[in-house]
């Protein structure tokens, strides 16, 4: 997809960080937006910021609900005329190991970051069928093949992105829909702050560590949409964690690992068992 303007795109977790800047920047590319999130507050002020965008619509949906997305889709349906493109970029975090994360905290993580997306494809592909070219993005991780310590709920939900996003590219080869998987890095969002069980500390580690801005990421997927990018890689930090494991996947794991101990160290001042 060469050009946005005049195409409608619909925008799962609008309300801040990649989706809100994905929302300005498509705006400015001249594609109508109909944005979707849970925090209707946040949703509104994307909404505010979207002044360029010929028309732009906002949906309160849970994306982890399959009837909500379901009526979002028919809702964008019918004020759109139709869908080009579905971006289902909406997730949460949960920083616990899997032995102390409980049974609601993997199902919260995996109902918005992985059946969130599995909804979203599933009610807006029968609309993208319907145009002469569309494309369906789906955000996942750098923790879809490089799992982090104290991440498992996260972990499992964005490994399952990577392969749903895959097995759609290899059922739509033929087809008029496109597909993209993304991979972000670290990205200055609010998704540490917004996690379960997550201190202050680390959440500011987290910013501290995250080399890409929501801007840049937003520009990197847009361009890796409009090139047809199957894997779209965010920030120097995912680029450097894919090269690593395609040469040393247990090294690298090793590696993590390793990372993750030392921290617990620093924190404990007193060595890990």
Known sequence: MKDFSGKVVALTGAASGIGRALAVRLGEEGADLALGDVDEAGLNETAKLVDRSPKVTTHVVDVGDRHAVEAFALAVERRHGGVDVIVNNAGVGCVATVEDATYEDFDWVIGVNLWGVIHGVKAFLPLLRKRPEAHIVNVASVNSFLPFPTSGPYNISKSGVEALSETL???LSDTN?????????GVKTNI???ARHTSDEENVEFERRAMATPDQAARRIIRGIKKDRKRIVVGVDAK???????LSPLGTLRLVTWGWRRTLKGRSGHPTP
Not at 240 to 246: E, G, N, S, Y
């Open 192 to 194: 540490s702050r917004n």
């Open 177 to 185: 829909v496109s597909v993209s998987c993304v991979y972000p890095g």
């Open 169 to 171: 590219m290899e059922e």
């Open 240 to 246: 450097l964690m894919v090269i690593a494991r395609r």
